[in-house]
């Protein structure tokens, strides 16, 4: 059973920084693509950034020189780093792992993220 878990989110005032980071349960980590998306309210899920097992990263347009993507393998664990925040990036962001022989997808629980003043 794999479980991930989200945490960093918040309120940040336009311009600023946070740090989301998901912690996956179970033994597929390393054996895993993992990606974060964000859903804003009416609109889509949309892929945000990804990583792949073997590290190659890629970015929404959107978000590119602004948010960073980061895995360990040593702990389970994958960060996105973003800065220079603006209101159009406010949605709750959710952890994604897709497991590379069996193509299933698990879900974080999402965290929400508000750029507001």
């Known amino acids: 059973q794999v479980q991930l878990v989200e945490s960093g989110g918040g309120l940040v005032q336009p311009g600023g920084s946070l740090r989301l980071s998901c912690a996956a349960s179970g033994s597929i980590f390393s054996d895993s693509s993992m990606g974060w998306y964000r859903q804003a309210p009416g609109k889509q899920r949309e892929l945000v950034a990804r990583?792949?097992?073997?590290?190659?990263?890629s970015y929404a347009n959107s978000v590119k020189g602004r948010f960073t993507i980061s895995k360990d393998n040593a702990k389970n664990s994958v960060d996105l780093e973003m800065s220079s925040l603006k209101p159009e990036d406010t949605a709750v962001y959710y952890c994604?792992?897709?497991?590379?022989?069996?193509?299933?997808?698990?879900w974080g629980q999402g965290t929400q993220v508000t750029v507001s003043t």
């Open positions: 994604n792992l897709v497991h590379i022989r069996t193509m299933r997808n698990y």
């Open positions: 990583i792949t097992r073997g590290g190659t990263i």
